[in-house]
């Protein structure tokens, strides 16, 4: 709406309340801000040609500053955690897209219809319209166009979507200029509409509407480049199928509702929910709930954005090695891992009873949902001793640094300690009680061939129940098609992005950690439609003892302050390390007994710093970087803003 409104703005050259459209587009949603600029500004230089520069400038400047309390802040972020496009070639940037992926009949890019496409190819044919047709589908079809405007994050087409409201003016005023014959219909044009349904061929659904659509528009000009009368209902007729198309994929949303049985709700009332040491997440629907808040003061240690810190994401799938459950490691999902529950403080946890892990026990249940508590794990802040340095822990192989990780604390320097593994070999014996024809599993080289014709569900008995140990199974993938590939082992998710993911999560070696609060008897195993390979199958185990080894002091929670995110009193002994599961990140600060401390990075990922031995206050806060400065740029541009709007209304009062 704030894009319209600028497009007004300038249309009907009341430009001075421009920098407050810019402003709120900011506010609305940065991402799209500066293609939101150069689309104004193309606008602008199409209505006033020469002297659209200086004016739209100053606006845009002044627009942006007023939005820098929330802009500044946030492009240091990005800069600091910035995350790229896995596997983009230069090849896929400067290509041209030709497959007309977000251009045509896409809800994910700009979506446009038969009828956007024919104009704009109408109007290379035309000098008037020529311009604006080239620059239409340039930034239509070439991948550069979106990988700059994306901020050279990912070559996406969503970006494009403010470029809608110019296509379809370019769409009216081509049809407009038809309707009073100043130009003509031509049929070239449509022999490229009819290429342009080949990409749709395997989509059943939309192939028909497509088709009837492109159809429908090259009768019209057939009939048009012959010289009959199109009548106004002729034209009309031409926005039957866009409406039916945006009818149909509105079709496809999902919505969300409050629900009666939500299973995270019925939670955050229970009176056990009140430690604001630990963290309350939920397995039934990770990524539903990943960037929900669930109580006041309650911390998350999910989260979904395109940007993440690369230390937290490194430790949480590559040293916890966390099963990556979707297309995207970008994505912080929970997923049943011990390991990853315990030192991420989550005692509350909601899930259902087929799918609670070690450790936890029921608290609340309602429905199939259950509200399970686990008092053994990490709080967020505590004092430790057992401590590895971080040379050692580097030198520890790759398949056990999740042990040390859970029975030390990693920091920057410490005695080597005598460290021996508790994990042992396993070597179970399967059997399968039944093989559904849907799916062929045929030994090979060091691994086996798994053909699924569709998403099919086994369940393999194990010669021998495990109880109090964690079950861990390894194994690559090697994907034979270009679609997903998705293991579910006991409700835990493991998943190999498919050829077009757009963030590709790389994930060729699947992990699981097989727990249960009872004894684990059998494996409920679900394989992918799909061919693929797995290979290298590792099984081992771990004694459940190993969890609650570390020895520690819970910090005793104090009322933050301010720009506090954590406030507590701790009691250290001589050579004790105070610990959190807050990421290290650029604008943490934290204070000892009033007295500014250097912070240092403790497993790995985290904010900690060693303790003198005796009681101490401290008292650890966040100001994101850029923030005061970005409060004065925002006031100064803000306070320009109302001296240009005084001075307008003084020029327009005493006019010369």
Same mark, same amino acid.
């Given at each position: 709406?704030?894009?319209?409104?600028?497009?007004?703005?300038?249309?009907?050259?009341?430009?001075?309340?421009?920098?407050?459209?810019?402003?709120?587009?900011?506010?609305?949603?940065?991402?799209?801000?500066?293609?939101?600029?150069?689309?104004?500004?193309?606008?602008?230089?199409?209505?006033?040609?020469?002297?659209?520069?200086?004016?739209?400038?100053?606006?845009?400047?002044?627009?942006?500053?007023?939005?820098?309390?929330?802009?500044?802040?946030?492009?240091?972020?990005?800069?600091?955690?910035?995350?790229?496009?896995?596997?983009?070639?230069?090849?896929?940037?400067?290509?041209?897209?030709?497959?007309?992926?977000?251009?045509?009949?896409?809800?994910?890019?700009?979506?446009?219809?038969?009828?956007?496409?024919?104009?704009?190819?109408?109007?290379?044919?035309?000098?008037?319209?020529?311009?604006?047709?080239?620059?239409?589908?340039?930034?239509?079809?070439?991948?550069?166009?979106?990988?700059?405007?994306?901020?050279?994050?990912?070559?996406?087409?969503?970006?494009?979507?403010?470029?809608?409201?110019?296509?379809?003016?370019?769409?009216?005023?081509?049809?407009?200029?038809?309707?009073?014959?100043?130009?003509?219909?031509?049929?070239?044009?449509?022999?490229?509409?009819?290429?342009?349904?080949?990409?749709?061929?395997?989509?059943?659904?939309?192939?028909?509407?497509?088709?009837?659509?492109?159809?429908?528009?090259?009768?019209?000009?057939?009939?048009?480049?012959?010289?009959?009368?199109?009548?106004?209902?002729?034209?009309?007729?031409?926005?039957?199928?866009?409406?039916?198309?945006?009818?149909?994929?509105?079709?496809?949303?999902?919505?969300?509702?409050?629900?009666?049985?939500?299973?995270?709700?019925?939670?955050?009332?229970?009176?056990?929910?009140?430690?604001?040491?630990?963290?309350?997440?939920?397995?039934?629907?990770?990524?539903?709930?990943?960037?929900?808040?669930?109580?006041?003061?309650?911390?998350?240690?999910?989260?979904?954005?395109?940007?993440?810190?690369?230390?937290?994401?490194?430790?949480?799938?590559?040293?916890?090695?966390?099963?990556?459950?979707?297309?995207?490691?970008?994505?912080?999902?929970?997923?049943?891992?011990?390991?990853?529950?315990?030192?991420?403080?989550?005692?509350?946890?909601?899930?259902?009873?087929?799918?609670?892990?070690?450790?936890?026990?029921?608290?609340?249940?309602?429905?199939?949902?259950?509200?399970?508590?686990?008092?053994?794990?990490?709080?967020?802040?505590?004092?430790?001793?057992?401590?590895?340095?971080?040379?050692?822990?580097?030198?520890?192989?790759?398949?056990?640094?999740?042990?040390? #990780? /859970?029975?030390? $604390?990693?920091? !920057?320097?410490?005695?080597?300690?005598?460290?021996? +593994? %508790? @994990?042992?070999?396993?070597?179970?014996?399967?059997?399968?009680?039944?093989?559904?024809?849907?799916?062929?599993?045929?030994?090979?080289?060091?691994?086996?061939?798994?053909?699924?014709?569709?998403?099919?569900?086994?369940?393999?008995?194990?010669?021998?129940?495990?109880?109090?140990?964690?079950?861990?199974?390894?194994?690559?993938?090697?994907?034979?098609?270009?679609?997903?590939?998705?293991?579910?082992?006991?409700?835990?998710?493991?998943?190999?992005?498919?050829?077009?993911?757009?963030?590709?999560?790389?994930?060729?070696?699947?992990?699981?950690?097989?727990?249960?609060?009872?004894?684990?008897?059998?494996?409920?195993?679900?394989?992918?439609?799909?061919?693929?390979?797995?290979?290298?199958?590792?099984?081992?185990?771990?004694?459940?003892?190993? #969890? /609650?080894?570390? $020895?520690?002091? !819970?910090?005793?929670?104090?009322?933050?302050?301010? +720009? %506090? @995110?954590?406030?507590?009193?701790?009691?250290?002994?001589?050579?004790?390390?105070?610990?959190?599961?807050?990421?290290?990140?650029?604008?943490?600060?934290?204070?000892?007994?009033?007295?500014?401390?250097?912070?240092?990075?403790?497993?790995?990922?985290?904010?900690?710093?060693?303790?003198?031995?005796?009681?101490?206050?401290?008292?650890?806060?966040?100001?994101?970087?850029?923030?005061?400065?970005?409060?004065?740029?925002?006031?100064?541009?803000?306070?320009?803003?109302?001296?240009?709007?005084?001075?307008?209304?003084?020029?327009?009062?005493?006019?010369?």
């Amino acid at each position: 709406p704030f894009l319209m409104l600028a497009f007004l703005s300038i249309r009907r050259r009341h430009t001075c309340l421009l920098p407050v459209w810019i402003l709120l587009i900011a506010l609305h949603s940065f991402y799209y801000a500066p293609a939101s600029l150069l689309v104004l500004g193309w606008y602008w230089y199409r209505q006033e040609q020469k002297a659209f520069f200086r004016p739209w400038l100053r606006a845009s400047l002044t627009g942006t500053c007023m939005a820098a309390m929330l802009l500044l802040p946030a492009g240091l972020a990005i800069l600091e955690h910035r995350h790229a496009e896995g596997g983009i070639s230069p090849l896929k940037i400067l290509a041209p897209n030709v497959t007309l992926d977000g251009f045509l009949y896409d809800i994910y890019g700009i979506g446009l219809t038969a009828i956007c496409f024919y104009a704009l190819l109408l109007g290379l044919t035309h000098k008037n319209f020529r311009k604006n047709s080239i620059i239409l589908l340039v930034c239509g079809i070439w991948c550069l166009i979106p990988y700059l405007l994306n901020g050279t994050l990912y070559v996406r087409p969503k970006i494009l979507m403010v470029l809608l409201p110019l296509f379809i003016l370019h769409t009216a005023q081509i049809l407009f200029a038809l309707y009073h014959k100043q130009i003509a219909w031509k049929i070239p044009p449509c022999i490229v509409l009819i290429l342009c349904c080949i990409p749709f061929l395997r989509s059943k659904k939309l192939l028909p509407f497509v088709l009837l659509d492109i159809l429908i528009v090259i009768c019209i000009a057939v009939l048009g480049a012959k010289g009959k009368i199109l009548h106004r209902p002729v034209y009309l007729f031409l926005l039957v199928l866009p409406f039916t198309l945006f009818v149909c994929d509105a079709k496809r949303e999902n919505f969300s509702f409050p629900r009666p049985n939500d299973n995270i709700s019925f939670a955050t009332q229970q009176p056990q929910i009140m430690d604001k040491r630990y963290r309350l997440e939920t397995l039934s629907a990770p990524l539903d709930y990943s960037n929900r808040s669930f109580a006041d003061g309650q911390q998350k240690s999910s989260m979904y954005s395109s940007v993440t810190n690369q230390s937290y994401n490194t430790l949480y799938y590559d040293l916890l090695q966390t099963p990556i459950r979707i297309n995207n490691r970008t994505a912080i999902l929970i997923e049943n891992n011990p390991f990853m529950l315990r030192l991420m403080g989550i005692r509350y946890l909601t899930t259902t009873s087929n799918a609670l892990p070690v450790g936890y026990h029921i608290l609340a249940q309602q429905d199939k949902y259950i509200l399970a508590e686990n008092p053994n794990v990490l709080p967020i802040a505590y004092t430790t001793n057992q401590c590895m340095g971080i040379k050692q822990f580097e030198s520890i192989p790759e398949n056990r640094k999740s042990e040390a #990780l /859970t029975r030390y $604390t990693i920091v !920057p320097d410490a005695d080597p300690v005598a460290f021996t +593994s %508790e @994990i042992t070999p396993y070597s179970p014996i399967l059997t399968a009680k039944s093989l559904p024809d849907t799916l062929q599993i045929t030994p090979s080289g060091n691994g086996y061939d798994i053909h699924a014709q569709k998403t099919t569900t086994v369940e393999y008995q194990l010669d021998k129940p495990i109880q109090d140990k964690i079950l861990l199974l390894s194994f690559t993938v090697e994907n034979k098609t270009r679609q997903a590939v998705r293991i579910d082992i006991n409700h835990i998710r493991n998943h190999l992005s498919n050829a077009s993911a757009p963030y590709p999560n790389g994930n060729n070696h699947f992990h699981y950690q097989i727990s249960d609060s009872d004894e684990i008897s059998s494996l409920k195993v679900t394989f992918s439609k799909g061919h693929y390979h797995i290979g290298d199958i590792n099984w081992r185990e771990v004694p459940v003892s190993m #969890l /609650t080894e570390q $020895t520690f002091s !819970p910090a005793v929670l104090l009322p933050t302050q301010g +720009s %506090e @995110i954590l406030a507590c009193q701790v009691t250290a002994q001589t050579g004790d390390y105070f610990v959190t599961s807050l990421p290290m990140q650029r604008g943490l600060s934290l204070t000892i007994d009033e007295k500014e401390a250097p912070l240092e990075r403790v497993n790995t990922a985290f904010a900690g710093i060693k303790l003198t031995a005796g009681k101490h206050t401290l008292r650890l806060s966040f100001t994101p970087p850029g923030q005061n400065i970005g409060y004065m740029v925002s006031l100064l541009s803000f306070l320009y803003f109302c001296i240009t709007i005084w001075k307008e209304e003084k020029k327009n009062a005493h006019p010369k």
